[in-house]
T-cell receptor, first 112, second 112 residues
Framework: NAGVTQTPKFRVLKTGQSMTLLCAQDMNHEYMYWYRQDPGMGLRLIHYSVGEGTTAKGEVPDGYNVSRLKKQNFLLGLESAAPSQTSVYFC???????????FGPGTRLTVL | QQPVQSPQAVILREGEDAVINCSSSKALYSVHWYRQKHGEAPVFLMILLKGGEQKGHDKISASFNEKKQQSSLYLTASQLSYSGTYFCGTETSGGSNYKLTFGKGTLLTVNP
C-alpha cells in the first residue's frame, strides 16, 4: 500500500499561471481533504470531499477549485496563481469510524 | 476559528516532562493530536472524545475537558524522538464529515 501520494513534490509558478495538484489514495477512503501550511499558521483546510462527486469549502477556499471524479483521487486547482498561494500543500484522507487522517508527503509550491 | 495552543514553543532536556494545551471557543465533539517532524507530514497520535476521557500512547497521554473546551497533551520523560511540532485538531460536530480545525502548533525541542 502506497497510502496517500501527492504529485508533484515541488513546483515553481509565475504569477497568473495555473496548475493542478493531484492527490491519490489506495485505502478506499471516502473522505479527502486539502490543507495548506504556512509558517506559524498551522494547517488550514482549503476544500474537502465526503465522497466521489462531492466537494465542499473549508476555511480558506478562495483562489482554489477541486474535483473528485474518482474515489481515489482528489485534485486541487489554482486557476491564476498569486504569490500569497506560496505554501506547502498537504492532502489527507480518512474513512468512517477511523480516527486518524492520513497525510500525503506534501507539495511545496512557490509562486513568483 | 482556530483553537489556541500554548505554549508556542518549548525546549526540554531528555527525560523532562511537558504539557501542551489546546483551547477552543466552540463546543467540541472531539480533539485530535498530531505530531509533525521537520520536513515530514503530520502523523496522528490520538483522539479524545467527548466524555473527559484520558488516553495514552507510550509515555504520551492526553485529557479532554469538554466543559472547558480544552485538551492537554502530556509528554512524560521526553525522548529525543519526541521533537517536532504538535498540533491539536478540533471537531465541533460528530461524525458527518470528520472535518478538523487545527491550531497553529507547538514546537517541541528535546535536547540531549
Amino acid at each position: 500500500n502506497a497510502g496517500v501520494t501527492q504529485t508533484p513534490k515541488f513546483r515553481v509558478l509565475k504569477t497568473g499561471q495555473s496548475m493542478t495538484l493531484l492527490c491519490a489514495q489506495d485505502m478506499n477512503h471516502e473522505y479527502m481533504y486539502w490543507y495548506r501550511q504556512d509558517p506559524g499558521m498551522g494547517l488550514r483546510l482549503i476544500h474537502y470531499s465526503v465522497g466521489e462527486g462531492t466537494t465542499a469549502k473549508g476555511e480558506v477556499p478562495d483562489g482554489y477549485n477541486v474535483s473528485r471524479l474518482k474515489k481515489q483521487n482528489f485534485l486541487l486547482g489554482l486557476e491564476s496563481a498569486a504569490p500569497s498561494q506560496t505554501s506547502v500543500y498537504f492532502c489527507a484522507s480518512t474513512t468512517a469510524g477511523e480516527a486518524a487522517q492520513y497525510f500525503g508527503p506534501g507539495t511545496r509550491l512557490t509562486v513568483l | 476559528q482556530q483553537p489556541v495552543q500554548s505554549p508556542q514553543a518549548v525546549i526540554l532536556r531528555e527525560g523532562e516532562d511537558a504539557v501542551i494545551n489546546c483551547s477552543s471557543s466552540k463546543a467540541l465533539y472531539s480533539v485530535h493530536w498530531y505530531r509533525q517532524k521537520h520536513g515530514e507530514a503530520p502523523v496522528f497520535l490520538m483522539i479524545l472524545l467527548k466524555g473527559g476521557e484520558q488516553k495514552g500512547h507510550d509515555k504520551i497521554s492526553a485529557s479532554f475537558n469538554e466543559k472547558k473546551q480544552q485538551s492537554s497533551l502530556y509528554l512524560t520523560a521526553s525522548q529525543l524522538s519526541y521533537s517536532g511540532t504538535y498540533f491539536c485538531g478540533t471537531e465541533t460536530s460528530g461524525g458527518s464529515n470528520y472535518k478538523l480545525t487545527f491550531g497553529k502548533g507547538t514546537l517541541l525541542t528535546v535536547n540531549p
